[in-house]
């Protein structure tokens, strides 16, 4: 799996995780592209590259109408932090995504695209993200 995770989120959320799992790839949007890149640039990158994820916060990015069409037309799995988790500090947000980062590959795995809310707990099953 390949992870870029969005500047809503610190970037030391994906230097945690790199060591932990060497066989992804996790990266934060700040250090992978030009400062204020918008995000239809980013995601039409990433879906030219091939075999991304992306882990944001921004909920809003399904509503701007050119970012919606860039989400449907991409083949990006998305995972929204939403709800509970905008309460955890970095490291308790880390702590928690290490727990579900299998999820998250293997969600990669069975699907080219798709939005998913994923959960606080590991134990939880990922929800297709509602429009």
Known sequence: ?????????SPAIPRSL?????EHTFAALREKF??????????????????????????RIQFRPHERLALDRSKIVFFFLAGAWRKYS???????????????AKQ????????F?????AGSKLRPHRD
């Open 1 to 9: 799996m390949k992870l870029l995770v969005d500047h809503n989120l």
């Open 18 to 22: 790199n060591p932990l799992f060497p």
């Open 34 to 59: 030009q400062p204020n890149t918008p995000d239809v640039e980013w995601m039409m990158e990433l879906d030219r590259d091939g075999g991304w994820a992306v882990l944001t916060k921004d909920i």
């Open 90 to 104: 970095v490291p308790e947000t880390a702590a928690r995504l290490i727990r579900l980062v299998p999820l998250m």
């Open 108 to 115: 990669v795995d069975i699907a080219e695209r798709g939005r």
């Open 117 to 121: 809310d994923l959960p606080i707990n």
